[in-house]
T-cell receptor
Framework: GAVVSQHPSWVICKSGTSVKIECRSL??????MFWYRQFPKQSLMLMAT?????????EQGVEKDKFLINHASLTLSTLTVTSAHPEDSSFYIC????????????FGDGTRLSIL | KQEVTQIPAALSVPEGENLVLNCSFT??????LQWFRQDPGKGLTSLLLIQSSQREQTSGRLNASLDKSSGRSTLYIAASQPGDSATYLCAVSNFGNEKLTFGTGTRLTIIP
């Protein structure tokens, strides 16, 4: 089945640094990728939707200058958390879907981000 | 705005029992509904996908039903096993290949 690879799986860094998370579709062309955030014991909340070659669409309340999303190819999307602070610590999960209508989203394994 | 609720938030049952997890959504104009499993600290595993025109889907010991008009879905797990312990999430899409709105999840514990 379709596989989505997310890297890194876990990162700890100091406050003020920027962190890049990669999401790759390994065996299909991902025309659309989604970035979700999950705080402890809460459900997933959509942050933004990215379509290959165009600017991402951010959900209300998500700072686009804080969470930079790039979807430059049909197999790769990146999320960069700029100048991260402790309140950005969370579990970030990407998903991808292809060109087939009603194709289910395929999820990565997530990235646990801890900002000290 | 679509809202998805899951009841109960947590459930513990002895091994071998059959159980039902519930999911309700406020906007019945959905495109499809998915059930996922999430193990602690891990990503999501898709269990079942039901299109809006379907009433149910089955995979092994799992059966998911959909009543779109009433805004409800259930996930039935037969002959539960300790390995079924996880958080179960339902999610709906209001348009094909579009974003998912997730429920609050049910944390399931199967007692050996």
């Amino acid at each position: 089945g379709a596989v989505v690879s997310q890297h890194p799986s876990w990162v700890i860094c100091k406050s003020g640094t920027s962190v890049k998370i990669e999401c790759r579709s390994l065996d299909f062309q991902a025309t659309t990728m989604f970035w979700y955030r999950q705080f402890p014991k809460q459900s997933l909340m959509l942050m933004a939707t990215s379509n290959e070659g165009s600017k991402a669409t951010y959900e209300q309340g998500v700072e686009k200058d804080k969470f930079l999303i790039n979807h430059a190819s049909l197999t790769l999307s990146t999320l960069t958390v700029t100048s991260a602070h402790p309140e950005d610590s969370s579990f970030y999960i990407c998903s991808a879907t292809g060109t087939v209508v009603a194709q289910p989203q395929h999820f990565g394994d997530g990235t646990r981000l801890s900002i000290l | 705005k679509q809202e998805v609720t899951q009841i109960p938030a947590a459930l513990s049952v002895p091994e071998g029992e059959n159980l039902v997890l519930n999911c309700s959504f406020t906007d019945s104009a959905i495109y499809n509904l998915q059930w996922f499993r999430q193990d602690p600290g891990k990503g999501l595993t898709s269990l079942l996908l039901i299109q809006s025109s379907q009433r149910e889907q089955t995979s092994g010991r799992l059966n998911a039903s959909l009543d779109k008009s009433s805004g409800r879905s259930t996930l039935y797990i037969a002959a539960s096993q300790p390995g079924d312990s996880a958080t179960y999430l339902c999610a709906v899409s209001n348009f094909g290949n579009e974003k998912l709105t997730f429920g609050t999840g049910t944390r399931l514990t199967i007692i050996p």
